[in-house]
């Protein structure tokens, strides 16, 4: 399933597409002065087609399916990540290094251990919030 028929909606800044099934990204790159958006608990397998959305301060990926950390580049501005609930593992990391400007980047249960936490911090130097799970 594919988000459809949002051409007309050129002026919006949120977009709240949670929980409606979705296996894919597309349909966006008219809303190009989205700032956040919430694409939680769907099937995606891989973050894609967000090129246009340069304006992009929040994306929530949380509880989909992804794997891996790709094609965020152009998001130069994005802030807050979440991607929560995932199907990442330790080799995300040095993606994840790339997004130099995320203040806050929330990884809960997910394969990447509390260890990576110095490497990303490291590397983030906007970097406010880093949610991990912890050891027990």
């Not at 977009?15 to 597309?26: D, K, R, T, Y």
């Not at 929040?58 to 609930?85: C, F, H, P, W």
């Amino acid at each position: 399933r594919a988000v459809e028929n949002l051409e007309p909606y050129t002026e919006v800044h949120t977009l709240f597409l949670e929980s409606n099934g979705l296996s894919q990204i597309s349909g966006l790159d008219g809303l190009v002065k989205l700032r956040s958006l919430y694409l939680q608990q769907n099937v995606i397998l891989k973050i894609e087609r967000l090129d246009a959305l340069t304006d992009l301060k929040t994306l929530n990926l949380s509880q989909n399916r992804i794997g891996k950390v790709e094609n965020l580049g152009a998001l130069t501005g994005l802030e807050t990540l979440n991607l929560s609930n995932t199907d990442l593992t330790p080799a995300a990391v040095p993606s994840l290094q790339r997004l130099l400007s995320l203040t806050s980047l929330a990884l809960y249960s997910t394969d990447i251990p509390p260890s990576a936490a110095g490497a990303i911090k490291g590397s983030l130097p906007r970097l406010l919030t880093l949610g991990l799970d912890e050891v027990v």
